[in-house]
């Protein structure tokens, strides 16, 4: 009885030093008290900018990219921002590896036929053709897809869209008789327009804007000409982007009648 005595008071005594152990660590720091949460998003970026890709994205991006639009050094842009770079890739590429493969494809070799934002290429001109390793190259693209660039500060263009688009003193902008012509014909072709297939509302898109871009980087339309222009397609530029990618027939139909709706605005802006 004596000896089970003992060894109870043995086993309280060893437990109490333990417990009294760990409390000491655990003030000095020593110990985590706290499991760490894979959602945490601050972990999820600080490991993005702890990555290699990042580094090289920093390198190598932003000598011409701002990571996001600076309203007060507006002058000083010399490329789109890389936050709407990823909103333009990403909303037409949704799936990760296209995205990747869309970025590598036009880094390689920058054309207006594959450029994605023809308003800021009619601004900042077409961006050189640059030789990137492949690998650092997959890296940069792996992480303009991951990367969380934060909101963006409003600027003239998402300003001026709140009043949407302006007549020239009440009077429509006049266009090149191609333009007019090739506008005519975008619209036939979209109100004419009738499917029940994922892949023809894709395909009209991608038709759609490449016609498009040919208005929004003609030389000719300078000034504020060009900027109603940009403004009115800016309007509709979202449609056209999610039309190329969505797989769902009903998302496809309304992002569809929106866009066929404002193209039908047209006639009431520009002649």
Known sequence: MKLNLI?????????????SRKKEKENSGLVRTSK???NDNSIKVNSI?????????????YICHFEKPTPTKR?????????????????TFTN??????????????????????????????????????????????????????????????QMMSRNGVQL???EKWKLKPESVQLMEAITKKVNHFSSDNIADYNQL???????????????AYTGEKFNQI??????????????????????????FYELKKKLNTFNAYFE
């Open 49 to 61: 900018v702890d990555s290699m890709g990042y580094k090289l994205m920093v390198q190598k991006c």
């Open 75 to 91: 002058n000083e842009m010399i490329a789109p921002p890389m936050l709407r770079v990823q909103e333009h890739y990403k909303s």
């Open 96 to 157: 990760k590896e296209e995205f990747i493969n869309a970025v590598i494809s036009f880094t390689n070799n920058p054309s207006k036929e594959k450029t994605l934002m023809p308003g800021a290429v009619k601004k900042f001109k077409l961006m050189p053709k640059l030789f990137y390793d492949d690998k650092e190259l997959l890296l940069i693209a792996e992480t303009m897809y991951d990367y969380d660039f934060g909101s963006a500060p409003k600027m003239r263009m």
């Open 230 to 255: 940009h403004l009115f397609f800016y309007g509709i530029e979202d449609h056209m982007h999610l039309l190329m990618s969505l797989q769902s027939i009903d998302e496809a139909r309304n992002q």
């Open 36 to 38: 760490v949460d894979p």
């Open 168 to 170: 020239n003193h009440g």
């Open 205 to 219: 898109s991608k038709d759609v804007f490449n016609e498009v871009k040919k208005i929004m980087l003609d030389d």
């Open 7 to 19: 060894i109870f008071a043995l086993l309280i005594m060893l437990i109490s030093c333990n417990t």
